[in-house]
T-cell receptor, first 113, second 115 residues
């Protein structure tokens, strides 16, 4: 499951600092957005989601912000830990029956101990 | 719960060979999916199933077939492998339609190389 060969944008963060990972989505008809974490050799893991009728949602150490005006999504990780090192990508889903979720290509988060 | 289990983890095929990727989930989920992940691209949906005995095409279905004979299993077949099918394949499942109370659960992937 590792993204071998991908030249992903990389965010390097000192352990204990906050991380902000950004994502631009494409479809104004999307009504549901998800953030995934993918560690090397593993499948994507659900982190947090948000519906289009919200602009902020908080989880444990994570916050997702949604700005529909500029079609922008961000993931904030508080007090970043070495275990947070992974590729993070956002996904958007349009209203409707077809199970089409459009996934972004991801940002690699490197946590410096 | 093992969640979503994929076999094999790695496979190398020669062009023209066939193989089946196996996916099993123990969460009693209705929906199952096959995605491929390629460098520089987001996950792309190959085929999906909304219940036992049903299958539907995703965005990149050509060259693949699927079957969902049992609720817990979703098989992805390559009848005549091509180098363009070199990829990492992920199986996923969800309780129902993808939404807040029904997120996607992924397996750990199968890395397939076609030479």
């Amino acid at each position: 499951g590792e993204n071998v060969g991908l030249h992903l944008p990389t965010l390097s963060v000192q352990e204990g600092d906050n991380s902000i990972i950004n994502c631009a989505y494409s479809n104004s008809a999307s009504d549901y957005f998800i953030w995934y974490k993918q560690e090397s050799g593993k499948g994507p893991q659900f982190i947090i989601d948000i519906r289009s009728n919200m602009d902020k949602r908080q989880g444990q150490r994570v916050t997702v912000l949604l700005n529909k005006t500029v079609k922008h999504l961000s993931l904030q990780i508080a007090a970043t830990q070495p275990g947070d090192s992974a590729v993070y990508f956002c996904a958007e889903k349009r209203t409707g029956g077809y199970q089409k979720v459009t996934f972004g290509t991801g940002t690699k988060l490197q946590v410096i101990p | 719960n093992a969640g979503v289990t994929q076999t094999p983890k790695f496979r190398v095929l020669k062009t023209g060979q066939s193989m089946t990727l196996l996916c099993a989930q123990d969460m009693n989920h209705e929906y199952m999916y096959w995605y491929r992940q390629d460098p520089g691209m987001g996950l792309r949906l190959i085929h999906y199933s909304v219940g036992e005995g049903t299958t539907a095409k995703g965005e990149v279905p050509d060259g693949y077939n699927v079957s969902r004979l049992k609720k817990q299993n979703f098989l992805l077949g390559l009848e005549s492998a091509a180098p363009s099918q070199t990829s990492v394949y992920f199986c996923a499942s969800s309780r129902g339609q993808i939404r807040g109370n029904s997120p996607l659960h992924f397996g750990n992937g199968t890395r397939l190389t076609v030479t």
